[in-house]
């Protein structure tokens, strides 16, 4: 199915015949408090005959948004609490977040910022101005992430100036940009939007978020190669989701495809505990199990590190599977097909 442009409510969805008419009153309540935006490139890949398509799961609106469970929260992560001043989030004592928009070009059902998206465009020059002196006045900050929203909905005017300034910043070496762009509108990533990532004497890395392998079009493979031929080095990031990729040959797949797109598997994040993403949301036994099954079937270049991002902004953690367990003679190792082996305990602890 092809649009000719971004799906902006219930209504434009049930026009194009992705959401069946009867729905529309719950699903206008749903949108009134989460904003909904589909791009063409996402509405091309959705199986509106599939009840349980996983582009549809992840981009069309669901009334289980509005069901609460407990523990989920609006600010899952901490953001507000780590914030101090308009537009930067430091949790880390070597990094820190520059929230350029909360803008996206499609919004994800399970977004862990969903209560803050959507809403008004960019930062304002006087809050970017003081969120750039947070940054020049903290010499600790060697890595800035540039994230939102998607810093890419940007004009690549935009993004160049903002890398100008922080290419003056000598204590930041490292700018990694978190994106959806390459994948629901690899048109945009043109030869002036390459170009203005580009940030004169720093490392510029980009974070590439994509769940399903139906995502990795051709046309994404291609917008992505431009970016990496350009030398900007792309990381993936992947969102565990129920019914989407919580599956071992599904998610097997996405990893292959990021390895053969020459994108380096980064995180595969548990779920957040945002408001209304119960019902998306996999277990992390699950998580576990699955990245049990990645490790004893894929090659090392596709193996992501499960995390969980802890609630109330204390920072991410491994939490993928443990392979070395206290056994009946002293310490095993379990290989990755779920044979036991004895491993000297004397290798492990050099003063027993």
Known sequence: MTHGKTLRSPAALAEAGLIAPDRLPALERVAARYAVAVTPASLALIDADDAHDPIARQYLPDAAELDAAPGESADPVGDLTHSPVEGVVHRYPDRALLMLTHTCATYCRFCFRRESVGGAGTLSPAALRKAMAYIAGDPNIWEVILTGGDPLVLSPRRLAA???????????????????????????????????????????????????????????????????????????????????????????????????????????????????????????????????????????????????????????????????????????????????????????????
């Open 162 to 352: 903002v890398m100008a300034e922080l290419a003056r910043i000598e204590h930041c070496k490292v700018v990694r940009v978190h994106t959806k762009v390459p994948a629901v509108d690899p048109a945009r990533i043109t030869a002036e939007m390459v170009a203005a990532l580009r940030c004169p004497g720093k490392a510029v890395y980009v974070a590439l978020h994509v769940n399903h392998p139906r995502e990795l079009t051709p046309q994404v493979r291609a917008a992505c190669a431009r970016l990496i031929d350009a030398g900007l080095p792309m990381l993936s990031q992947t969102v565990l989701l129920a019914g989407v990729n919580d599956d071992p040959e599904v998610l097997g797949q996405l990893m292959r495809g990021f390895v053969e797109t020459r994108i380096k598997p980064y995180y595969l994040h548990h779920g957040d505990f945002a408001p209304g993403t119960a019902h998306l949301r996999a277990s992390i036994g699950q998580g576990q199990e699955l990245m049990r099954a990645l490790r004893g079937r894929l090659s090392g270049l596709c193996q992501p590190t499960f995390v969980l991002d802890i609630p109330g902004g204390h920072g991410k953690v491994p939490i993928g599977p443990a392979y070395l367990q206290a056994g009946e003679t002293g310490q095993c190792v379990e290989d990755p097909w779920g044979g036991r082996h004895p491993y000297p305990p004397g290798a492990l602890d050099p003063n027993p």
